[in-house]
């Protein structure tokens, strides 16, 4: 069972379009974080939402979490070649001690 | 920023024979590794948590005599794929967490191994 479901898990764009990505469980987290990863290389923290509703910006990036602390979202603006990737979020399930991520969004953005 | 090191980044063996891949955290203790498993185009699948000095706790699924782990010290947790198969091969990648509790997002990734098993 994957406690983390992203959508959608591909999407591939023109350059200068927005985009969101969502991440959502059935579970409760203390805390959720965003990656980005490149082929070949770990996960790259981007970020970490801790409060139910809080929102956080990171350039072009926004992040926030769901008031339940079950879901959260990225929203990227003006999506540029750079970009591409694949996005994780992760976190640990309330009542557990496993750090699993989601399914994975593979964004291509098309210059 | 905390770095953790992955060793050998790929790695390239014959069916029947057993790799080992280290992950160490340069700078901090790490109480708590995460090892996972990264198919081609998918996300990481936690293979099992590794508790220094202890055992590991494997996920369902993952054979833990296939996957030999063991993290005798705070800076070092090594996984040992024993008895290589091609379906094996895939990137592994591991993960130290610094300071007590999970999940408070201080967690730092190592660069993934790659395994081939021809």
């Known amino acids: 069972t994957q406690l983390l479901e992203q959508s959608p898990q591909f999407l591939s764009i023109q350059e200068g379009e927005n985009l969101t990505v969502y991440c959502n469980s059935s579970s409760v987290f203390s805390s959720l974080q965003w990656y980005r990863q490149e082929p070949g290389e770990g996960p790259v923290l981007l970020v970490t939402?801790?409060?139910?509703?809080e929102v956080k910006k990171l350039k072009r990036l926004t992040f926030q979490f769901g008031d339940a602390r079950k879901d959260s979202s990225l929203h990227i603006t003006a999506a540029q070649p750079g970009d591409t990737g694949l996005y994780l979020c992760a976190g640990v399930p309330s009542g557990t001690y496993k750090y699993i991520f989601g399914t994975g969004t593979r964004l291509k953005v098309l210059a | 920023g905390a770095v953790v090191s992955q060793h050998p980044s790929w790695v390239i063996c014959k069916s029947g024979t057993s790799v080992k891949i280290e992950c160490r955290s340069l700078d901090f203790q790490a109480t708590t590794m995460f090892w996972y498993r990264q198919f081609p185009k998918q996300s990481l699948m936690l293979m099992a948590t590794?508790?220094?000095?202890?055992?590991?706790?494997?996920e369902q699924g993952v054979e833990k005599d296939k996957f030999l782990i063991n993290h005798a010290s705070l800076t070092l947790s090594t996984l040992t794929v024993t008895s290589a198969h091609p379906e094996d091969s895939s990137f592994y990648i591991c993960s130290a967490q610094r300071g007590p509790r999970v999940g408070t997002g201080e967690l730092f990734f190592g660069e993934g191994s790659r395994l081939t098993v021809l």
């Open positions: 939402v801790v409060t139910g509703g």
């Open positions: 590794s508790n220094e000095g202890s055992k590991a706790t494997y």
